[in-house]
């Protein structure tokens, strides 16, 4: 199944009884097998994977691993970016004094690479419209790529500064394609869903 997760859901339940709703906790509803097969921020909009069988989900799973389902997100950052396109290498790690943000770190961190391509460069507010594809897939990635390329993402709370997080009224964050093979023909997929902004 494909959906599309809103902006401000949660992709798991939480412990707290306040964090309870969410989009698996709504799919089980209707499809008590259903298990996400990756997830996304709580701000994050846009399209999901989800698994409707043990078989699926295994298959999905090794998909993940073997890095051959493709994503792609769209993102407005602060400024603008001065090269068209760009690959951004930044390792991230763990930091128990900064949790729940992490840091970009050459000695600790897990190699993390991210692709980018430049769509639109505006200018109220001076923004740019990026289209991002992560090769890797470590948590808060692309929110701390962006931070560490000086343009973070408008709307997000954890790696901008005051003036970018007011400058939106969410994480203007889009997961916008996802690329994989069908668990039982092979077939390979290519999914969309536009993004809203």
Same mark, same amino acid.
């Given at each position: ?19 309870? +709703? ?60 001065? +090269? ?10 763990? +930091? ?46 692309? /929110? ?25 009224? /969410? ?9 994989? +093979? ?11 869903? /536009?993004?809203?902004?």
């Amino acid at each position: 199944m494909l959906i599309n997760k809103p902006s401000g859901l949660l992709s798991l339940s939480g412990k707290n009884p306040l964090n309870k +709703d969410s989009v698996h906790f709504r799919l089980v509803q209707d499809f008590p097998t259903a298990n996400l097969v990756h997830r996304l921020d709580l701000g994050t909009s846009g399209i999901m994977l989800i698994a409707l069988s043990k078989l699926a989900n295994a298959n999905f799973t090794k998909q993940f691993q073997m890095r051959s389902v493709f994503k792609t997100y769209v993102s407005i950052v602060a400024g603008h970016v001065a +090269d068209d396109y760009g690959q951004i290498n930044m390792p991230i790690a763990k +930091d128990p004094l900064l949790f729940p943000r992490l840091k970009t770190c050459s000695v600790n961190g897990k190699p993390a690479q991210t692709d980018y391509e430049v769509l639109e460069r505006i200018q109220r507010p001076l923004s740019s419209r990026i289209r991002y594809q992560p090769q890797t897939g470590r948590t808060h990635q692309l /929110r701390i790529h962006s931070q560490h390329m000086g343009h973070p993402i408008l709307g997000c709370d954890l790696y901008g500064t005051k003036q970018s997080y007011e400058a939106a009224s /969410r994480l203007m964050l889009h997961a916008e394609t996802l690329e994989f +093979d069908h668990p039982v023909s092979g077939e390979r997929l290519l999914s969309e869903c /536009r993004s809203p902004f």
